[in-house]
């Protein structure tokens, strides 16, 4: 096999590109917002396919609640334009835009009831008969019963969906959510996110959806966009920016990973071979983001779950071909569903595992001599010249909007 060229040192990685096709419900085309010399947004172009549900993800400051306003109209973009459905709206008031909007206060009407809150904006329109049109909507949020309630007399959850049904009666092109499900307890809004998703999939029209919650995107979104410092860092579905982060910002936001400085000591076959603190390693070759050479340093990526965790005394029955880890186990904390371990290893001295709770081994406690093992394939890599910590805590960064 011919060995990595070397990657350029430094060299910016390129901005992800926007989906190609014509039927893009929104395409953004160099847009950007800046207020005085600080940019909110930098230039990006970006396609959200007609009747998907698109989630702009990133943390307080990243830009995404300013992109979504400049679609909305509600921000005028400093640079770029907006496209509906086609159509140039750049320059369109937000009432002449084919776009509804959900705020995460939900801003009902507190002196109408749930029927009338969904039927405003049919009246605002003229339209005379509305108990067909608005009767619908009420059964597609499961509202019906509750028709003839004040906001003030329902759950969040209601609340939100009220809020829904009364954007969806105008026929958006587009709906814009602005951490719609903020408001709600954990509980609550993993019910609604799911509730959100089977909507969106009923009525067929486009969803683009803002949040800072990780899991929301991935349960919900058919394409997620990360954001970070008003950049897009990376596009693309759900798993496959799980699976294969392109940058330690989108590894470490998205969940939970353990990255190891490692050097490229060999390549054989669609593997390469590293080499960390004694310990060897594999990696495919077409998990690295950017070519490496012989003697090259990348960060190989693992996460959590996909490590088992094997007392050092059964370290004779661990398959060969996996990669392996010794270590010592300094922390445990059981959440149910599995337990959690920090563990000090040569190679990083705090590698965290997910073990499922189904066949406890309790020789895995504090203290003990332990083998991280896990199959090669699940291994990413990723230039070593990155921040390695960048992402673990993206609430830091100063930026606003």
């Known amino acids: 096999m011919t ?15 926007a ?37 702009l993800l990133g943390a307080s400051g990243c830009g995404k609640t300013t992109t979504l306003r400049m679609i909305a109209g509600l921000e005028t973009p400093s640079s770029g334009s907006v496209l509906l459905g086609g159509q140039d709206v750049t320059v369109l008031p937000p009432y002449k835009r084919p776009v509804n909007t959900v705020f995460q206060n939900y801003a009902l009407f507190p002196h109408l009831d749930v ?64 951490e719609p499900l903020g408001a709600l307890d954990l509980k609550l809004r993993r019910q609604m996110q799911l509730e959100l998703k089977r909507i969106q999939t009923e009525v067929g029209i486009t969803f683009v959806h803002v949040t800072h919650d990780q899991e929301e995107a991935m349960t919900m979104a058919d394409t997620v ?14 798993a496959d920016l799980y699976e294969n982060p392109s940058s330690t910002f989108v590894a470490n936001f998205l969940g939970t990973s353990n990255l190891i400085a490692a050097e490229v000591t060999g390549a054989g076959g669609d593997r390469l071979h590293l080499e960390s603190a004694g310990q060897r390693l594999t990696l495919p070759a077409a998990r690295l983001r950017s070519p ?35 270590g010592r186990i300094v922390d445990s904390s059981f959440i149910g569903v599995s337990t959690q371990y920090v563990v000090d290893s040569p190679v990083c001295p705090e590698l965290e595992v997910f073990v499922p709770n189904v066949e406890r081994d309790g020789r895995l ?37």
């Open 115 to 178: 029927y009338e809150n969904v039927a405003f904006g049919l009246r605002r329109r003229g339209i005379k008969s509305v108990k067909k049109q608005v009767g619908e909507m009420l059964d597609l949020v499961q509202l019906g019963p509750l028709a003839r309630r004040r906001p003030s007399q329902l759950s969040g959850g209601q609340q939100q969906r009220v809020a829904v049904a009364r954007a969806l009666i105008n026929q958006p092109k587009v709906l814009l959510l602005d």
């Open 19 to 55: 989906p190609p096709g014509p039927d893009a419900a929104v395409r953004l085309t160099g847009i950007s917002k800046a207020y005085g010399s600080f940019t909110a947004v930098h230039p990006l172009d970006l396609a959200v396919p007609a009747g998907s549900f698109f989630a």
């Open 225 to 238: 966009a990360v954001m970070n410092a008003g950049r897009v860092e990376q596009l693309g579905a759900p």
């Open 3 to 17: 060995t990595p060229s070397t990657s350029a040192a430094g060299a910016e990685a390129p901005a992800p590109e």
């Open 365 to 401: 406690v504090p203290g003990a001599p332990v083998v991280l093992h896990w199959n090669p394939e699940h291994t990413f890599g990723l230039d070593a010249d990155q921040d390695i910590d960048a992402g673990v805590d993206p609430e830091a960064g100063e930026a606003a909007g």
């Open 292 to 326: 490496v050479a012989v003697g090259g340093r990348v960060l190989a990526g693992v996460r959590p779950e996909k490590i088992t965790l094997t007392h050092r005394d059964d370290e004779d029955a661990i398959p060969e071909g996996r990669n392996r880890v010794q």
